[in-house]
């Protein structure tokens, strides 16, 4: 019984899996603010909805390092959270 309990602590503990429903939560906790809400860019940064589809590895590093204006959030994000994260920009049509 011991070893259940365990058990079932660890999956607890366990890190969600990655989804697009996830990111569009941390985007607009994190990125909305510049980047405009749905991704709809209010001229003031790059629009998302247009970052190449086969790009994640850019995306990441701009995320985590940051670019130019944009402050760096890998401090604060877990990489499960970037591809969540990225599952909801690639996403945008």
């Known amino acids: 019984m011991l070893a259940l309990v365990g058990l079932n602590a660890a999956a607890q503990d366990a890190p969600a899996e990655p989804s697009a429903?996830?990111?569009r939560s941390l985007y607009m906790s994190y990125c909305a603010r510049c980047h405009g809400v749905n991704m709809v860019n209010t001229g003031v940064?790059?629009?998302?909805?247009?970052?190449?589809?086969?790009?994640?590895?850019?995306?990441?590093?701009?995320?985590?390092?940051?670019?130019?204006?944009?402050?760096a959030w890998g401090a604060t994000l877990k990489p499960q959270e970037l591809d969540s994260l990225?599952?909801?920009?690639?996403?945008?049509?």
Request: aromatic residues 14%; positive net charge.
């Open 21 to 23: 429903a996830k990111g």
């Open 45 to 71: 940064s790059f629009d998302l909805r247009t970052f190449p589809k086969d790009q994640k590895e850019r995306f990441v590093r701009s995320v985590t390092e940051g670019l130019r204006a944009m402050p």
């Open 86 to 93: 990225w599952l909801y920009v690639s996403s945008a049509s």
